[in-house]
Each structure stands twice: as C-alpha cells, then as structure tokens.
C-alpha cells in the first residue's frame, strides 16, 4: 500500500471520528439537549414552568409538575400533575432516586424532556435535558485544526505501583482529588513530554491536558483525549483527536479540567479548536 493510500486512510477514519463526535453532540438527551442544572435545597424543591419553580421548566410544561423533597441525602420525586412521567420507563408518582454515579441512575422522561439527580462538589442537583431544544439541530459544526498525521505519535505507558492523586479543578470552582492509574511519555516537536493518565478497564486511556493553544485557539481550560486501548504499555496519542470538553458547548456541563501536572509546554496544533461563537462558555 502507498503512503498516500496509508494517509487517505487516516484521513478518512478521522473525520469519520469527527462527524460521530458532532452526532454526539447533538443526539437525543446529548450535551445540546441540556436544558438546565438546578442544585437542591433541605426540604421541598418545586418542579414546573411557573417562574418562582425552583427546578425551572419550559413554557410547555405544566406550571407545576410536583416537587423533590431533598433530606440533605436522598432525593423523591413526587409528581402532582396529571402529565404522565416514567423512573426509568416505569409511570410514577412517587420514587426515591439514584444519582447519576451510581450504576443504575433514576432517569426521570416526560413531555420529551429528562431529569436526573447529579452528586458532585457543589452539592446534590437536578439536570434536565429538553430534546426539542433548537440547538440541537441550529448549533454550528465543530471546528478542528486540519489533519496532520506527525500530531499521532507513539508513546509509552506506565502504570504507577498505585494510583496517584492529583489536584483536578472543576468547572464549579473545586479542586477534586483525583486518582491517575499512570502516566505516558512521548516525543512531539522535538521535545520528550509526559502527562498522567486514568486507565480504563479495557485499557483505553484518558488524557486531559493543557498546552500552548489554550484560548488561542483552543477551549482555555484544556481538552480531553481517549486512546486506543494500549497493548503491554505500547500506545498511539492522537492529538487529532483531541476535543473540546463539554463545558465549551453548554453552562450546563460539570467538567473537571487538567491538573497542572499535565501542562504540555509546546502547542499542539490538532485536534478541536474553540470558535468565537463559543466563548461565552469559556472558562
């Protein structure tokens, strides 16, 4: 095979990567679909259209739908409307509900919109995604660096004897320890770099990192990258790949940002960058 089949190969598996990316974006209850995130107080929480609602829904909805009674733990849903609503395809009027970490999260649907309870550094909240949300399908398509194939560079994994913590920023102003199962090391523009990694149960691995394209043209707080899974600590970062976290799409996102650890000191130009018509999500 030539080189020049090899890259239009590779050409054409990244932008089949980048269209399932942009579906992804906008598919039913994706991160375009998000309508809202709304966080609990002790006692009762008031779900509805109307404007004094505490968890505030569309005009369409009914002016109140019922409430969450939150007891500084556990989250019910009580519904007193007679709109039909579904816990996980189950039509309900009452239910206590698991968070959207545990490992089967109470999804609650009506009216084509959904709600979910989220546990995260700020406290206990709701989210709630409409998908007849205009977004969804109006949003401008993702914007990428051209293709370069020297920006998919072998590397090495290696797991650390146990996991590390590092201090991760969340986009709600805390710092998060974090476990990071090991770190991988490469060469790109010249320079040996290394950023810390979680494994993956099917030994893919994450990557958050920042490095000199953050804000300009990049998302500012970084971007993430999956790996193919690794074979004995033998792996291929493929900053084409890298994205945009979901944070530079919506005000509805909970992201966790690079710890300073992953600060590469080079400009990796591939990958996603973050256009003028996004910088209102910027952080």
């Not at 929480?45 to 019922?66: E, F, K, M, Y």
């Not at 560079?153 to 290696?158: D, N, R």
């Not at 990049?218 to 990258?225: F, K, Q, V």
Request: aromatic share 10%; net charge negative; proline share 7%.
């Amino acid at each position: 095979m030539s080189l020049n089949m090899v890259n239009e190969e590779y050409l054409k598996s990244i932008y089949k990567w980048r269209e399932e990316v942009d579906n992804n974006l906008r598919r039913e209850n994706g991160w375009l679909a998000l309508a809202g995130l709304f966080w609990l107080r002790k006692g009762t929480n008031i779900i509805g259209s109307a404007p004094d609602a505490d968890i505030l829904l569309p005009p369409r909805a009914p002016a109140r739908l019922g409430t969450f009674e939150f007891d500084g733990n556990n989250v019910t849903i009580n519904v007193e409307s007679d709109l039909p609503v579904e816990v996980n395809g189950v039509a309900s009027k009452s239910a206590l509900l698991d968070a959207d970490q545990e490992d089967v999260p109470s999804f609650i649907t009506f009216d084509e919109m959904r709600m979910v309870v989220l546990r995260r550094s700020k406290g206990v909240g709701i989210r709630l995604w409409d998908n007849t949300r205009e977004e969804r399908r109006a949003f401008p398509p993702r914007e990428w660096y051209a293709v370069k194939e020297e920006y998919r560079v072998p590397g090495t994994y290696t797991r650390y004897e146990t996991p590390q913590i590092v201090k991760m920023p969340d986009i709600l102003g805390a710092i998060l320890d974090e476990p990071m199962q090991g770190y991988v090391t490469f060469e790109l523009n010249g320079r040996k770099h290394e950023l810390m990694v979680e494994e993956l149960p099917d030994r893919r691995l994450f990557i958050q990192f920042m490095d000199e394209t953050n804000s300009h043209p990049t998302y500012p707080s970084g971007r993430y990258h999956y790996t193919d899974p690794h074979e004995d600590g033998k792996v291929f970062i493929d900053f084409n790949k890298a994205y945009s976290p979901p944070c530079a799409f919506t005000d509805y996102a909970t992201c966790t940002f690079p710890p300073q650890e992953n600060r590469l000191r080079t400009a990796i130009e591939a990958g996603e960058i973050f256009p003028e018509h996004q910088h209102k999500h910027a952080h």
